[in-house]
């Protein structure tokens, strides 16, 4: 495929995944069926998801700084493939579940706020910057692999850590 094809799918996913958890937080599609049981425990499930990714992205790191390049590239294949169940899991979480509020007071409600809405902020431009870089490592184009790297690995990262932070803080608050 060439760079504008890749570029327009890139996009194409991006903006799709991005008009789904639109519509799903808004509640712009109703629930036509019984919640399953297993959906709550979806979001324990992600904040598990999003630790494991984190280790593995740091552990990927380390891997490269080693020149080891296979083992790099395989935690990445499996980091990517983790973060793509996390996405399923959270699309298939807020269909079926009502948003749920913060419910602390004083200055860990602004930290929590501060946390979610830059997590929420990176996570909607870090997808893009993620299939980038993935299909720039997968062609071994070294060179604009590492230029985008420099801007997805901590963005990325943060946004794994954030958003076990985030469940962290939330998690007392659910009704279910």
Request: aromatic share 16%.
């Amino acid at each position: 495929m060439n760079d504008k094809l890749i570029a327009r799918v890139v996009y194409g996913i991006s903006i799709f995944v991005f008009i789904v958890v639109v519509i799903l937080n808004r509640k712009l599609i109703p629930v036509t069926i019984e919640t399953p049981s297993f959906v709550y425990f979806l979001p324990k499930l992600n904040a598990i998801i999003n630790g494991l990714c984190s280790i593995m992205l740091l552990t990927s790191l380390y891997q490269i700084k080693r020149k080891k390049i296979e083992l790099h590239k395989k935690i990445n294949i499996a980091t990517f493939c983790l973060s793509s169940m996390f996405l399923v899991s959270y699309i298939l979480f807020h269909y079926f579940v009502k948003e749920t509020s913060y419910g602390g007071t004083g200055f860990l409600k602004y930290i929590y706020y501060v946390i979610l809405i830059s997590h929420i902020f990176l996570a909607a431009i870090v997808l893009p910057l993620i299939l980038f870089s993935f299909n720039a490592g997968l062609k071994m184009d070294v060179e604009k692999h590492r230029k985008l790297v420099r801007y997805t690995f901590p963005i990325w990262l943060y946004v794994t850590i954030t958003g076990v932070l985030v469940y962290l803080m939330i998690s007392p608050y659910y009704t279910f």
